[in-house]
């Protein structure tokens, strides 16, 4: 089946501009994540979704950080007021629940660039 | 909250030697050890998991070790390949739910030369 996709795949905006990344879980996955990694570094956990809540959102790291969870499927990370350190490749992950099974499936990321 | 280290930040072994990432965690509740791949412009894919009820598991070419005690865990790779090539990362969480964030050792960049 298909696996998680995001769009757009690379974003090039201004400094102070908004920006909307969208994700596409694999169907059926409630757990959803959100993580960032920049350039040469890890994956930074930002936020956590089951089903349309988020229960953890530790990871944000400024108030211009925002996401949404709709119908349990797509997720939406919403970055207000671009700084130039906002540029990084912000990864979509998706999970099916269940005690036993813990793999997250990562989608190809969105490449963002801020000028 | 959890702090994973990873090391060596880059490896170059020759094709047919083995590779060893070791990489370290702080919080002794994280139950959940997976090790991801990633090359170049792709996503990170799993290779291989394992629990804290275990203390090893192996896939072929690919092993994972873990000491409880010492918070230590270990990717073995055998009989390296080129495509091998790629950097991997180490991850700890403590499960399901809201424990289930990933968080992620920096990475080793692994090259296999021929």
């Known amino acids: 089946g298909a696996g998680v996709s995001q769009s757009p795949s690379n974003k090039v905006t201004e400094k102070g501009k908004d920006v909307e990344l969208r994700c596409d879980p694999i169907?059926?996955?409630?757990?959803l994540y959100w993580y960032r990694q920049s350039l040469g570094q890890g994956l930074e956990f930002l936020i956590y979704?089951?089903?349309?809540?988020?229960?953890?959102k530790s990871g944000l790291p400024s108030d211009r950080f925002s996401a949404e969870r709709t119908g349990g499927s797509v997720s939406t990370l919403t970055i207000q007021r671009t700084q130039q350190e906002d540029s990084a490749v912000y990864l979509c992950a998706s999970r099916t629940q269940g005690a036993s099974y813990n793999e997250q499936f990562f989608g190809p990321g969105t490449r963002l660039t801020v000028l | 909250g959890e702090n994973v280290e990873q090391h060596p930040s880059t490896l170059s072994v020759q094709e047919g030697d083995s590779a060893v990432i070791k990489c370290t965690y702080s919080?002794?509740?994280?139950?959940?050890f997976p090790w991801y791949k990633q090359e170049l412009g792709k996503r990170p894919q799993l290779i291989i998991d394992?629990?804290?009820?275990?203390g090893e598991k192996k896939d072929q070419r690919i092993a994972v070790t873990l000491n409880k005690t010492a918070k230590h865990f270990s990717l073995h790779i055998t009989e390296t390949q080129p495509e091998d090539s790629a950097v991997y990362f180490c991850?700890?969480?403590?499960?399901?739910?809201?424990?289930?964030?990933?968080?992620f050792g920096t990475g080793t960049r692994l090259q296999v030369t021929l």
């Open positions: 991850a700890a969480s403590k499960g399901t739910g809201t424990a289930s964030k990933l968080t």
């Open positions: 979704f089951q089903g349309n809540s988020a229960p953890d």
């Open positions: 394992i629990r804290s009820n275990v």
């Open positions: 169907s059926g996955h409630t757990a």
């Open positions: 919080d002794s509740a994280s139950n959940y």
